[in-house]
C-alpha cells in the first residue's frame, strides 16, 4: 500500500540551531501537508501544498514540495524551545478523501 | 480550535469488553475520521465518513466499527477490545467545501488502556 515515509525519527538540538525534516512518499500525491503536535496534545494543521516544486514560508519555517510530488520537507531556521514537538507530514492521496500520515519527527529544543 | 469534543477523554477497560468512543462536531463539516496513534507508526486511519450512513474503511480497520447517523457525531466501536487496541484515539474533521485542500481539524484525543 501507499506509503509516507519520514526521517530522522527524533532530533536534538541547541536553541539557534536550523533543524530539517524530510517526507517521502511511495507514490505521486495530490498535495502535502504539515501538521504540530505539542506533547501531550493534538495534531494541529500548519500548511498544505498542492504544486509541484511550490516553497512557502511562515516566520521561521520553510516548507518545499518536490518536483515530481513525491517529496517534502519542513526547515526551522533558529530554532526556539516553542517549536518543541512532533512534526508529522500526510500526503493526499490521489483520487481519495485521505490522507497518509508520516510516521513523524520529534523534535527537542535544549536552551 | 475547531469545535469537537472526543468522549471519553480517558478509558480503561478489560479484554472482551465493548468499548464506544464518541466523537462530536460543532463545524458542520462533511467528513470525519477516527485515527489511532502509536509509537513508531504515527497516526493511522481507522475509519472514515463523508456523510451521514456513509462510511469506508481505513488502513487499520480490524476489529473496528463506526457508525454516523447524525453530521454531527461519529461512533467508534470496538467489539471485544483486545490489548493491541490500547492506543490514543483521535477524531479529525474536514470540509470539502475549502476546495481540494481537506486539512483536518483534530479533536483532543482519547487515551485507551486494555487490560
Known amino acids: 500500500g501507499q506509503q509516507v515515509m519520514q526521517i530522522p525519527q527524533y532530533q536534538h538540538v541547541q536553541e539557534g540551531e536550523d533543524f530539517t525534516t524530510y517526507c517521502n512518499s511511495s507514490?505521486?500525491?495530490?498535495?502535502i501537508q504539515w501538521y504540530k503536535q505539542r506533547p501531550g496534545g493534538h495534531p494541529v494543521f500548519l500548511i498544505q501544498?498542492?504544486?509541484?516544486?511550490e516553497v512557502k514560508k511562515q516566520k521561521r519555517l520553510t516548507f518545499q514540495f518536490g518536483e515530481a510530488k513525491k517529496n517534502s520537507s519542513l526547515h526551522i531556521t533558529a530554532t526556539q524551545t516553542t517549536d518543541v514537538g512532533t512534526y508529522f507530514c500526510?500526503?493526499?492521496?490521489?483520487?481519495?478523501?485521505?490522507?497518509?500520515f508520516g510516521t513523524g519527527t520529534r523534535l527537542q529544543v535544549f536552551p | 480550535d475547531a469545535g469537537i469534543t472526543q468522549s471519553p477523554r480517558h478509558k480503561v477497560t478489560e479484554t472482551g469488553t465493548p468499548v464506544t468512543l464518541r466523537c462530536h462536531q460543532t463545524?458542520?463539516?462533511?467528513?470525519m475520521y477516527w485515527y489511532r496513534q502509536d509509537p513508531g507508526h504515527g497516526l493511522r486511519l481507522i475509519h472514515y465518513?463523508?456523510?451521514?450512513?456513509?462510511?469506508d474503511k481505513g488502513e487499520v480497520s480490524d476489529g473496528y466499527s463506526v457508525s454516523r447517523s447524525k453530521t454531527e457525531d461519529f461512533l467508534l466501536t470496538l467489539e471485544s477490545a483486545t490489548s493491541s487496541q490500547t492506543s490514543v484515539y483521535f477524531c479529525?474533521?474536514?470540509?470539502?467545501?475549502?476546495?481540494?485542500?481537506?486539512?483536518?481539524?483534530f479533536g483532543p484525543g482519547t487515551r485507551l488502556t486494555v487490560t
Open positions: 500526510a500526503g493526499g492521496s490521489l483520487g481519495t478523501d485521505k490522507l497518509i
Open positions: 501544498l498542492v504544486k509541484s516544486g
Open positions: 507514490t505521486t500525491l495530490s498535495n
Open positions: 479529525a474533521i474536514s470540509d470539502s467545501r475549502t476546495g481540494p485542500s481537506y486539512e483536518q481539524y
Open positions: 463545524e458542520n463539516h462533511r467528513y
Open positions: 465518513s463523508y456523510g451521514v450512513k456513509d462510511t
